[in-house]
């Protein structure tokens, strides 16, 4: 007969169990032995719980007629008891059930046999749980490591634990392990290639031989070293011949030690590293032999670890365009010459020069230079022959202009 009653009893003044009923059926272990009536199971059951184990001990039977004993096992959730050992001798009185998960509820009936393998009625259900590992019970996560992040714990207390997991908290609020640390003294782990100026948070489990975790440590946060700050007042000339000249404020960040000036075609998105430069340096003159040549510019502080600041730009340059061509006003012939005017029509305008080809030499072009005034008069021209003009500006820096329009006259014979 099986007993539904709870009782609790003291081993060695240290564990307390409690004995639960175990309400019996058809199914509950097997069924298929001889009950021997005459034979009782094991009396004063008491069980010792470790992380991994459950010790018992009972009083000794002194029927000969019992050659051993019977011990079945399920988890407290399960529906069925399993046979977990067979003792062939009514003398054992000790049994230890090993490899148990950890911080898990079992329940245990004993039953004793006789030498014809008959079996006695079950002993009330003995409810045991294993204990769980603790806590690692101080836990630290360093900050400001450019891309890293240190995290440093005390040894656990228990020398049956083997090692360590790292875990970190993923953006969907899952735990992720990071490494497994199999050393019960080594206590720091770094993680690596992480986000500029981003807080993670961090939790350390210690486990044993088994396999068997400890509860989670309290988490930490730390977080990584941020970007050095963006560079201010960036600028890029557009007045300056053959080459722009790029400027910003020098950084305040002591720890800054370059900066990176990258640059793209006007039209194009794809940027190259034009120049990288020491922290000291606040200006750059980008050498272009082209004139009206524009480019985009951005440009990224370095520091001493690496990390690059936000990029700053695109803004835009350009070298100085040419003058604008002046505008041909007048033309005619003037007692056997050829009179010329036109009006400026850049302020940048210094000098003038004419270009003139004639029908006898079509294809060849003169040139009068350094023309000062908005007038010019060409007494070399000859009856019954065609002109071509055309005038260009030049300005300080000895840009010219795009030729104007072009002019024809010829005189009469």
Request: positive net charge.
């Given at each position: 007969?099986?007993?539904?009653?709870?009782?609790?009893?003291?081993?060695?003044?240290?564990?307390?169990?409690?004995?639960?009923?175990?309400?019996?059926?058809?199914?509950?272990?097997?069924?298929?032995?001889?009950?021997?009536?005459?034979?009782?199971?094991?009396?004063?059951?008491?069980?010792?719980?470790?992380?991994?184990?459950?010790?018992?001990?009972?009083?000794?039977?002194?029927?000969?007629?019992?050659?051993?004993?019977?011990?079945?096992?399920?988890?407290?959730?399960?529906?069925?008891?399993?046979?977990?050992?067979?003792?062939?001798?009514?003398?054992?009185?000790?049994?230890?059930?090993?490899?148990l998960?950890?911080?898990?509820?079992?329940?245990?009936?004993?039953?004793?046999?006789d030498?014809?393998?008959?079996?006695?009625?079950?002993?009330?259900?003995?409810?045991?749980?294993?204990?769980?590992?603790?806590?690692?019970?101080?836990?630290?996560?360093?900050?400001?490591?450019?891309?890293?992040?240190?995290?440093?714990?005390?040894?656990?207390?228990?020398?049956?634990?083997?090692?360590?997991?790292?875990?970190?908290?993923?953006?969907?609020?899952?735990?992720?392990?990071?490494?497994?640390?199999?050393?019960?003294?080594?206590?720091?782990?770094?993680?690596?290639k992480?986000e500029?100026?981003?807080?993670?948070?961090?939790?350390?489990?210690?486990?044993?031989?088994?396999?068997?975790?400890?509860?989670?440590?309290?988490?930490?946060?730390?977080?990584?070293?941020?970007?050095?700050?963006?560079?201010?007042?960036?600028?890029?000339?557009?007045?300056?011949?053959?080459?722009?000249?790029?400027?910003?404020?020098?950084?305040?960040?002591?720890?800054?030690?370059?900066?990176?000036?990258?640059?793209?075609?006007?039209?194009?998105?794809?940027?190259?590293?034009?120049?990288?430069?020491?922290?000291?340096?606040?200006s750059?003159?980008?050498?272009?032999?082209?004139?009206?040549?524009?480019?985009?510019?951005?440009?990224i502080?370095?520091?001493?670890?690496?990390?690059?600041?936000?990029?700053?730009?695109?803004?835009?340059?350009?070298?100085?365009?040419?003058p604008?061509?002046?505008n041909?006003?007048?033309?005619?012939?003037?007692?056997?010459?050829?009179?010329?005017?036109?009006?400026?029509?850049?302020?940048?305008?210094?000098?003038?020069?004419?270009?003139?080809?004639?029908?006898?030499?079509?294809?060849?072009?003169?040139?009068?230079?350094?023309?000062?005034?908005?007038?010019?008069?060409?007494?070399?021209i000859?009856?019954?022959?065609?002109y071509?003009?055309?005038?260009?500006?030049?300005?300080?820096?000895?840009?010219?202009?795009?030729?104007?329009?072009?002019?024809?006259?010829?005189?009469?014979?």
């Open positions: 007969m099986i007993l539904n009653r709870p009782f609790s009893f003291f081993l060695g003044g240290i564990v307390s169990i409690l004995m639960l009923a175990f309400n019996g059926c058809s199914t509950m272990i097997n069924p298929n032995p001889s009950v021997n009536s005459s034979i009782m199971p094991p009396k004063n059951i008491r069980v010792l719980s470790d992380i991994n184990t459950n010790a018992f001990e009972w009083d000794s039977i002194q029927d000969p007629e019992i050659a051993g004993y019977y011990i079945y096992r399920k988890q407290a959730n399960a529906q069925n008891f399993s046979k977990i050992a067979t003792l062939d001798s009514r003398f054992i009185t000790h049994y230890a059930d090993n490899k998960d950890s911080n898990t509820e079992y329940v245990y009936q004993f039953a004793s046999f030498k014809q393998k008959n079996v006695s009625s079950f002993s009330q259900a003995i409810t045991a749980k294993t204990h769980s590992i603790s806590a690692v019970n101080y836990v630290e996560a360093i900050s400001n490591y450019p891309r890293k992040v240190k995290i440093i714990w005390s040894p656990h207390q228990d020398t049956r634990v083997n090692g360590y997991i790292v875990e970190r908290k993923e953006k969907n609020g899952n735990w992720k392990e990071l490494n497994k640390i199999p050393n019960r003294l080594l206590v720091e782990y770094l993680d690596t992480l500029d100026g981003t807080t993670y948070e961090y939790q350390v489990i210690a486990y044993n031989a088994n396999g068997s975790r400890s509860i989670p440590s309290k988490s930490v946060q730390a977080t990584t070293k941020s970007k050095p700050a963006q560079i201010t007042n960036f600028k890029a000339t557009n007045n300056i011949p053959k080459q722009i000249n790029l400027s910003w404020n020098l950084h305040n960040n002591p720890e800054v030690t370059s900066y990176k000036i990258l640059r793209s075609g006007f039209i194009s998105s794809f940027y190259t590293t034009l120049a990288t430069l020491p922290s000291n340096t606040n750059y003159q980008d050498l272009i032999d082209k004139d009206g040549e524009q480019y985009n510019y951005k440009i502080a370095t520091d001493k670890d690496g990390i690059d600041s936000l990029e700053v730009g695109p803004i835009i340059g350009s070298t100085l365009s040419v604008n061509a002046p041909i006003t007048y033309a005619q012939i003037e007692n056997g010459s050829v009179v010329l005017r036109w009006n400026p029509t850049d302020n940048r305008a210094t000098e003038y020069i004419v270009y003139k080809k004639d029908s006898i030499f079509f294809g060849e072009t003169l040139r009068y230079n350094k023309v000062l005034t908005t007038e010019f008069i060409d007494r070399e000859k009856a019954g022959e065609k071509y003009y055309r005038v260009s500006t030049i300005d300080k820096n000895g840009l010219e202009s795009k030729p104007s329009q072009e002019v024809v006259l010829s005189l009469p014979k």
